[in-house]
T-cell receptor, first 110, second 112 residues
Framework: KNEVEQSPQNLTAQEGEFITINCSYSVGISALHWLQQHPGGGIVSLFMLSSGKKKHGRLIATINIQEKHSSLHITASHPRDSAVYICAVAPTSGTYKYIFGTGTRLKVLA | DSGVTQTPKHLITATGQRVTLRCSPRSGDLSVYWYQQSLDQGLQFLIQYYNGEERAKGNILERFSAQQFPDLHSELNLSSLELGDSALYFC???????????FGPGTRLTVL
């Protein structure tokens, strides 16, 4: 079993829909990172959080440390949100390596 | 624009050759990370440097080596290239180890 699991693996939505992507992890962490990889390959940092909730525009990220779970929500989705969304955790084990999820491929249809 | 620069953007070379990929981190960032992403695969962590010293190693082949220089830029050297080394190579930087990472645009390496 992977230490970081994302669900769903693939998601197709209609424009305007509310989208949720989940990330569960099994290790102790100091922080969790949400990344977006565009179809052209570029990777953008969306959020880094260690507790609670963060919001930026139409994107909201939450984390529950006790339950070892984070969610990324996209409100009023748009075709330009089509990308791969990647969850990565910074473990407290002292290995200095992020552990990455396998990504969620999102396609938003007009 | 993340502030992380990588050169070159594209590189086409032949099997058996050696190439050097270069990364300049964001101003003030001390950590540099290298990742490999093969076609339709996830990011594979290669190596991390912090302020000139190797901090963590991932699945980096012996044919690959890296270093971080006093001005904090980093180079990834790939030698005896094989077809399977064709991939996108990303560099990322952060202020501290395992801080928020900012990614460069990547170098697309094609080995023919």
């Amino acid at each position: 079993k992977n230490e970081v699991e994302q669900s769903p693996q693939n998601l197709t939505a209609q424009e305007g829909e509310f989208i949720t992507i989940n990330c569960s992890y099994s290790v102790g962490i100091s922080a969790l990172h949400w990344l977006q990889q565009h179809p052209g390959g570029g990777i953008v940092s969306l959020f880094m959080l260690s507790s609670g909730k963060k919001k930026h525009g139409r994107l909201i990220a939450t984390i529950n440390i006790q339950e070892k779970h984070s969610s990324l929500h996209i409100t009023a989705s748009h075709p330009r949100d089509s990308a791969v969304y990647i969850c990565a955790v910074a473990p407290t084990s002292g290995t200095y390596k992020y552990i990455f999820g396998t990504g969620t491929r999102l396609k938003v249809l007009a | 624009d993340s502030g992380v620069t990588q050169t070159p953007k594209h590189l086409i070379t032949a099997t058996g050759q050696r190439v050097t990929l270069r990364c300049s981190p964001r101003s003030g960032d001390l950590s540099v990370y290298w990742y490999q992403q093969s076609l339709d695969q996830g990011l594979q962590f290669l190596i991390q440097y912090y302020n000139g010293e190797e901090r963590a190693k991932g699945n980096i082949l012996e044919r690959f080596s890296a270093q971080q220089f006093p001005d904090l830029h980093s180079e990834l050297n790939l030698s005896s290239l094989e077809l399977g080394d064709s991939a996108l190579y990303f560099c990322a930087s952060s202020v501290v180890s395992l801080g928020e990472q900012f990614f460069g645009p990547g170098t697309r390496l094609t080995v023919l």
